[in-house]
């Protein structure tokens, strides 16, 4: 099953860099997702044939066609379920909770993070992300560092809560990793001991919306990328100063609003406020597992992706 899913994901890039070698202009069939502010965003696995479980398992949410969603939900039944706001258990999406947006205008030394985030382009002036070495830079020199959460928020494979008396913790399909929101009252360290990659987290209701609030992030990790995200080339850093809120709400059964709002001081001149959207409750399935492991990368990038990309760009071009 696991080679079944690796040469889909490496038959679609091949395309994908094949057709940006061609300057294919025909427009691709997509199928939106979820909307946020107006914005249309694209499931890009939704025309993939499904890829079935195996008997008595569940299909991993990009493991389904959208066939495989349709007919999930019909057997939900969503429409007649009654549902509790202030319970926000279940899987959500096949491509992340929302999008970055527009980013605020950077400090002077957040202007030079970002420049040293730039990678090369090749021939005909397209990026190829080299300096991204979480594992969606393609050509990149990949170690696998974890993502953050901003990253796991607008790009990730399914999203899954789980509600406990004291904390909620929140699991992402993409890097098979999870995150712990504390609930049980306790506030944010005023000096965090050790930085984190997905941060110091709590969490707490207001009315019918669940907040977390998180600060102490590891400054290695970018808050955004230009990949899958709308947003232009490069990453988009952050500094130690940094604090997230996030505010989530389920609308009714099958449907989750999410926001996020990033202050960074150090970094951008005013608050990231990214759209709200809304995430569509993925029934029928259950995570499968999807780890960073930089020795696939390594073969992928030097076998398929640098090969089909084309050339780095020479100097001055």
Known sequence: MRKVIIISIVAIVCVYALSSLLRVNTAPTVFAQIRGGGERVIDRNGAQPSIPPPPGWKACPRCQNQRDRADANAKDQAEQHPFNPR???GIWGFNGLGRPGT????TEWGKQQHAATLGDKNEYGEPLRNKDTSGLGGGAKINCDPMGTGRLYTYNYGVEFVMLPDRVLEFFELTHTWRTIWTDGRKLPAEPP???????NVGY???DTFVVESTGYDERAWLFSGIFSGLPD???THSDEMRIVERYRRLDHSTLESQMIITDPKTYTAPWVTPKSQTKLVPGTELWEDFCVPSDFATFNDQVFTPTA?????PGK
């Open 234 to 236: 490069g990453g988009y």
């Open 205 to 207: 209701w207001e009315g």
């Open 87 to 89: 319970d926000l258990s």
């Open 194 to 200: 050790e930085p984190r990659w997905l941060g110091w």
């Open 310 to 314: 084309g050339r780095k760009a020479e």
């Open 103 to 106: 980013p605020p205008p950077m």
